[in-house]
């Protein structure tokens, strides 16, 4: 399967951006889906994680669980990220994939969209 993350941008600090996330190949309704960010120097990390129904999310941290907000669209085979009041350090490439917390990873890597943040 093939995934095609967007809506990235360059922002300042306080606005909000929804990104996006179109599969293509498999159906992420057989899936727990996730997003990741990796930001310069660092090793990438899970943001947030939604299960197949999605019945079950899970935040990776106190700060995007009340910024942020994973919500999927199995219909439109497509997983979104609600980003509110953004912070510098919210600055990375994010990615979706599977959530790896439960397996291996069940699609490519796509090209990432670009987050940044300017204070």
């Known amino acids: 399967g093939q995934l095609d993350e967007s809506g990235g941008g360059l922002v300042q600090a306080g606005s909000s951006l929804r990104l996006s996330c179109a599969a293509s190949?498999?159906?992420?309704?057989?899936?727990?889906m996730a997003w990741y960010r990796q930001a310069p120097g660092k090793e990438r990390e899970i943001v947030a994680s939604?299960?197949?129904?999605?019945?079950?999310?899970?935040y990776a941290t106190y700060s995007v669980k009340h910024r942020f907000t994973i919500i999927r669209d199995n219909a439109k085979n497509t997983l979104y990220l609600r980003m509110n009041s953004l912070e510098p350090e919210d600055t990375a490439m994010y990615y979706c994939?599977?959530?790896?917390?439960?397996?291996?990873?069940?699609?490519?890597w796509g090209p990432g969209t670009q987050v940044t943040v300017s204070s």
């Open positions: 994939n599977s959530d790896y917390h439960h397996g291996p990873y069940c699609f490519s």
């Open positions: 190949g498999r159906n992420i309704s057989d899936y727990n």
């Open positions: 939604i299960s197949w129904s999605g019945a079950n999310i899970n």
